[in-house]
């Protein structure tokens, strides 16, 4: 497409790539105005200013999403550290629970061996009773 301002299509596509990037830079700003003029000497578009002001441009979306960036990286950094200390927590309590569990399994096996000894010594004693009773009664 020729247009009479401009000198080539090559001028037409440049320009309307411009104004595509400025549009597109302008909304992802949201809301910020970028203002560009088109530098028509007579010998048509100035593709150097097309170029500068396409990149100063994208330097301003570039800062804006660096900042962005940064401020997640915070965000981030907080999380990270509150999981980190709500993971050593966890870790004490689950080391203390093992201890505890320990100490309760130790106090159960005692109990269990005391009872079983008990057991086996009454076990002993209705055994030889009954070998004693069906001794006498032969």
């Not at 500068?52 to 981030?76: G, Y």
């Not at 990270?80 to 106090?107: D, F, G, I, Y």
Request: net charge neutral; with cysteine.
């Amino acid at each position: 497409r020729r247009c009479k301002m401009f000198g080539t299509s090559v001028e037409v596509g440049v320009y309307q790539l411009h104004n595509f990037s400025i549009s597109f830079f302008s909304s992802l700003l949201e809301g910020d105005v970028v203002s560009v003029k088109m530098d028509n000497s007579a010998s048509g578009c100035s593709v150097v200013a097309v170029d500068n002001k396409i990149d100063e441009a994208i330097d301003l979306v570039k800062s804006h999403v660096m900042f962005a960036v940064r401020e997640e990286v915070e965000v981030l950094k907080k999380q990270v550290r509150e999981l980190s200390e709500r993971n050593v927590n966890l870790e004490r309590e689950n080391s203390l629970l093992r201890m505890l569990t320990q100490a309760q399994k130790l106090q159960e096996c005692q109990y269990l061996q005391a009872k079983s000894k008990t057991s086996r010594n009454e076990m002993n004693v209705i055994w030889h009773d009954h070998f004693f009773a069906v001794c006498f009664h032969i």
